[in-house]
């Protein structure tokens, strides 16, 4: 079946460090790739998104690009600021399929 | 105008009651979905709902039962509570074509004492 896998966190980071969480996927066919984020005591907000090959999402400073041949979205930021503390969802949804299959998620923490 | 509501935000209750989440959403979605969130972040898809109809059942225990009266609104519906329902649910809205991007209501926190 369909699967992601996410870098274990959590991640702790200084202010205007440079960022990556990877994630890698497992799927049939061409699936559509999300980065969703969740910021603390909240509900999950749709970060960037890419439905295929090459394609780049990126939104608030934020890039993932949809690699097909190493099956993989990392997320990058080049300067992360206090406020992006939160935890990090990769999910893919595969045609057909109507659901979405996250990761583990991944809790960033920048320090200032 | 929120796009994706549910009520309550928090709940907490006694094992062995039942208990009700509601969700709403005005984008004009076909398809709504309830994900379950344990205390260590992990979501999983429980149902998923398209213009009323059941497509996907989870293996969630039969003690949990989605009702779709409307394509805007899908409740949850948990019987005879257990400390293990002790999660997060979220309700998530798509459109069944084109993009299917899903969009989150806020989660309802469950608590069961």
Redesign the interface.
Known sequence: GDSVTQMEGPVTLSEEAFLTINCTYTATGYP?L?W?V?YPG?????LL?ATKADDKGSNKGFEATYRKETTSFHLEKGSVQVSDSA?Y?CAL?NFGN?????G??T?LTIIP | DTAVSQTPKYLVTQMGNDKSIKCEQNLGHD?M?W?KQDS??????MF?Y?NKEL??N?TVPNRFSPKSPDKAHLNLHINSLELGDSAVY?C?SSQASGD????????TRLLVL
């Open positions: 559509s999300f969703y969740q909240e509900g999950l907000q749709l998104k935890v969802f949804n109507e659901k979405l299959t996250f583990t998620g809790r | 398809t979905y994900y260590k972040k992990f979501l999983k898809i998923s398209n497509i996907i989870e979220f998530a299917e991007t899903q969009y989150f209501g806020p989660g």
